[in-house]
Each structure stands twice: as C-alpha cells, then as structure tokens.
C-alpha cells in the first residue's frame, strides 16, 4: 500500500501557483486500538483555506510550511480497530490531504449513511458549506416571507444553497455571477427569481435595482469589494448582511479600496453587517442538518458538482476556485486503485 | 416683537459656506387655542444636520431650500392657550430656527424642570445626544465589564457621554480627538482611561494597539475613514461596532476610500457593525433618560457645554462643528432682548 501527501512548501504570494505544492511518498502508520484506517475518497477544496495559507492572523491556526494540508475528506474505513466502524463503512472528517490516513474513532469522525445521500454531499450540500448557508442566512439574515435576499457567488456551494433557501422561506431571490452558464443554473435550475452578471460592471448597479425593485432586506456576501458596494447602495433600512467571505480578495497583494460612503449608507439605513464562521453556531448543527436533510430528500434542494479526477490534482483543484470556474461544490475524487 | 428665521440658501458643496443660509425677518403668527409661542433660547447644532442639507435619500427629509432649517431646541414659554404650559416654563422640542415659534402643545413639547438640571441639558447629556450615546452603546455594543470601549469623537456632545456609561459598565474606556485641550479633558476631567492623538496619523495604529492591550471589543463610531479602518484592525473576535456617524467624510466633494481588508477582517474576527440612529430605539427613550438622569443628578456624568453667543451666529457655530472646535455639546444661546 503506497501512501502519498500534499505538503504546502511556500507561502502564496497573490493567486497560489502548483509549486507553492508538493506532492510526497509518505507511510501508512499502523493501526492501533481505537483507530481506523480511512483511503480518501473525496477531498473538498473550500475558499477560505487561502487564508491558512498566509501567516495573518485568523480563526484558524496557518497551514505550516512542509507539513501537509488539511481540510473537510471523505472516506472509506479499510481496517478498523473500534468496535464502532467495519471495514466499508463511509465516513467525512477533516483529515490531512493524503491517500490515507490513520485517525481516532471518536466523534470527530461522522459516519455516513449512503443509502440517504451519495457520500459527497457531506462535503457540499448536507456538509460545512450548506450549514454555513443555512445558519448564515436564518441567524444573522433573518430573512422574512416577502423579502429580497441577494446573494454574491450565487452559483458556488455556500451561494447556491442560500438561494434555495430563501426561496423555501419565501423570499425573492438574487443571484450574482461571473458566466452565462452560471446565470443559467442559478435561474433556470435552482429557480433563484433573478441572475445578474457581475462582469457586466457598467450596469451593475442599474441591474440590480432592476432585479430587486423593493430594494434588497438581506445581502449574503460570499465576494466583497465592488460587488457589495453596488448591493449595498440598493439596500433598505434595517437591512442585514451575513458577511460570509470575500473571495474577490483573498489573492490580492495590495489591498483593493472600497468607497467610504458605505458607511454613511450604514448609518443612514441603519444596515447591520456581521462576520461569521459556520463553527460560531456549533449548537445549532443539529438542528440545520435535520433541515437541510428534510428538504434534500423531499428534492426541494441540491447542488451541482465539480468533480477532478485524481488526488495529484488537488492543488490545481484549489487553484481553480479562484478562477471562478466550478459550479456548485468543487471536490476532488481519488480513484481505488493508486 | 421681532421674529427672524435662518433659511438654508444653497445646497452646501463640501464643507457648508455662510452664504448656504440666510437670515430674515419674519412674522410672530397669533396664539391659537392649543398652541404657545416660544422665545428660543438654546438651538443645538449637530452633524447629522448636515446630511439634510443635500438631497440624497437618508432617514429624514431634506432640509428645503428657502426654507428656515429646524433641530433640537430650548425656549421658553411666552404666550400659552393650553392648560399644560404656563409662562415662564421651560421647553425643549424640535423647530425651525427662529426666534420666536408658535407651536401645538401636544407631546412633542417637553416641560423641563429647570431646579433639576440646566435647561441646555435638555439638548445634550439629557437630551438626544445622550440618548443616542446611551442607546447606541448599550443595545448594539453590548458592553460587558472588563472589555474595551474605543470611542471615537470622543471629546464631542455623543463620544464624552458614550466613554463615561462605559465606564460606570465597568470597562476600559479609549477615547480618540484631535486636540490636546480635548485629550486631557476626556482623561483628566471624564476618566477615560486612555486618549489617542489621531492627528498623530504616523503612529495611530500603534497608539491603539498599546492603549488596548487586551484588543477591542466596541468601537463606537462617531468619525469613519481612516480612524475607524485603524480601530478595527485591533477589535477581538465577536467584537461589535455602533455606527452612529462619519463626520470626517459628511464633507467630501469625492468620496474618500477605505482598504477593502476591513471586510476581511470582519470575517475572520467575526465582527457586527450596525448603523443605527437614535429613534430607532424609541421604545427605550425612558429607560434611557431615566438612566442618565440619576448618574447625572449623582454627578457620576457631565458634560462641557461650548456656548456661542447670538441667534445670528448659528450657521458659524453649525460650520464649526467640522473644524473640531467644540468641547462637549455645541450650543447657541440667544440673549434675552432682540
């Protein structure tokens, strides 16, 4: 059994590049009691590890230089020593980005049942990034029947969701995004009410008035910069914004400016922003996935998948998040056989 | 009797001009059944008034052009046809700049208790500048003790209150001015626990981080800009930011510009900002005065009171409020005799 790992070995400067990568023969350590022993079947490659990748300070600890990887895997167990897995079994963790991994049987592993739901939703739609959609959008968004929501990265895991769930509360709905085909599957497959796209810059503000004509009460922002500047302009009093990333930034070497007059806008509409990470409202998982599941099984909700071939690829995976390239959730898939 | 009234003239571009009002004789109207006629003794000048002046959609209408400008004043009773008011009484209520009103006596006029405090208090540390202080730090920075408060203008009619409540809420108080006069009065005089020259712009940031050793916590913002961009960048996790006004940018011709980090930075700290404006929380308005009445009659707040001599002098003492030249609440008396 071969084993390899993805080691970060430089510090990106702007967008990464394949050599701030390195892919490494490493062990498979032995199975003690108590541990298993998972082959990845699924890595997830999430936006918000670009800033794990620098040495500011954030909520999570930097990636350290040499060391590989981590993020949100999804397993198959192939040795199992506790009584509380078999060989076979699925399961989602976060885990080192290698081909397997050897880990605790304790409840930070979540076993997963693939007669319920393919196995890689728990890194999309019934995972972090649709509980980050959910709790965002209900928790600091609030959002109430009748109301417009506008969401940024419309057609990405976290955006994606957020407009159907909007729409099951009864909510209009506004997407932005970067390409046709992504206007497309945000309006016609996944019913948002409206699709704006944001490379159309010189009617950026006039389209979104246009799609939201009683103003905009929620905005979910998954991008930032001018994007938000032109979404706040267009936003009522008392309006909320779950403040979730700002991708449009996260490579830049010098910062971008954003106009100060959004925040007289704040004060004079009295808008309420709020960061947040989907670990803030750990108390409230159980009760998101129990609403995700519900409407995942009635069909009242999904999520395309992005899926490259090959654990090598993973870093090129990552890369392409920048690109604006995937639709839905963006996973890598390992093969069986090394 | 002679009447006059100041009328706004001109739009002000950028910073307000004398020639943008006007002052003009006006009639005294007779005392109908129901009314009273008011001599005005103390008109409050406040920054927010500048936004009326342009024409853009805010939360309270423009200000006309060619007609008086109207805010929070004192007077006293003159003329009553109402059983509630007498001669003599001391009154405070929103009018329009003249000498002399005539005004309905219905719950918009409020009787002052001149044996209680001064009535000029009525349009300051009792009145809505201290409501604001009070309701803004409390319902939306949540001050608990031992955190850090950072105010911003904290020498003027709002930020002097803001860091003494948050003292007497047990926390650690930063005040940030432009003046020496203004350090040491917040310091020496208030108690603020530390004051920040932000004319110091070399070393703001480090001022703020040696004065806030354990970060912040709330930031109430009076100023915006560059002050606030520093402050934030030194707040905890889950800190909140009352966003009650920008006078450092209600004057910008081309809107100044903010690092788009700050969105970042938001995020990662998960920070919550809400604008808010003083009768939003209307609802509280006796809780509140009852509040800062009893530490008031206590002698645990005060307040400076700059006082500018003449009813012809408003527009100037207006305009001086964007110098930074008032300590404490800013204030036009008119002397007795026209």
Chains 1, 2 share one sequence.
């Not at 701030?20 to 936006?47: A, H, M, N, Q, W």
């Not at 957020?162 to 997407?175: E, P």
Request: aromatic share 8%.
């Amino acid at each position: 059994m071969t084993n390899q790992e993805i080691l970060l070995v430089n510090r990106p400067v702007g967008l990464p590049n394949p050599d701030d990568f390195e892919i490494k023969e490493c062990e498979v350590p032995t199975v003690d009691d108590g541990y298993i022993l998972i082959r990845t079947v699924y890595l997830s490659v999430d936006p918000y590890m670009r800033g794990r990748m620098t040495e500011a300070r954030s909520y999570v600890a930097p990636f350290e230089i040499g060391k590989p990887l981590n993020g949100g895997m999804v397993g198959q167990v192939v040795e199992s020593r506790s009584p509380d897995f078999q060989a076979g079994d699925y399961v989602a963790g976060q885990w080192a980005w290698r081909r397997y991994n050897v880990v605790k049987a304790d409840k930070r592993v979540s076993k997963l049942n693939p007669n319920l739901a393919p196995p890689s939703t728990a890194l999309g739609i019934l995972g972090m990034t649709g509980l980050t959609a959910y709790l965002g959008l209900t928790k600091i968004g609030n959002p109430q029947p009748g109301e417009t929501v506008v969401v940024s990265g419309a057609a990405g895991a976290v955006g994606s969701v957020v407009g159907q769930i909007a729409k099951l509360l009864g909510c209009r709905v506004v997407g932005i995004a970067g390409t046709k085909e992504k206007l497309a599957y945000i309006k016609d497959e996944l019913g948002f009410d409206e699709a704006i796209d944001y490379k159309d810059r010189e009617n950026l503000h006039k389209n979104i008035r246009a799609a939201c004509p009683n103003g905009v009460d929620v905005y979910f922002d998954n991008v930032g910069g001018s994007i938000s500047e032109a979404v706040i302009y267009a936003m009522n009093d008392f309006a909320r914004i779950p403040l979730c990333g700002q991708i449009a930034h996260y490579n830049d070497t010098k910062p971008a400016q954003i106009s100060i007059n959004v925040f007289h806008t704040f004060v004079t509409r009295r808008i309420r922003m709020q960061g947040f990470i989907v670990s803030d409202f750990v108390e409230s998982f159980g009760e998101a996935h129990a609403a995700l599941a519900k409407w995942y099984q009635a069909g009242k909700i999904r999520q395309k998948e992005t899926i490259i071939e090959g654990f090598e690829n993973t870093p090129e995976a990552f890369i392409g998040l920048f690109h604006g390239e995937n639709i839905g959730k963006l996973l890598v898939r390992v093969p069986d056989e090394v």
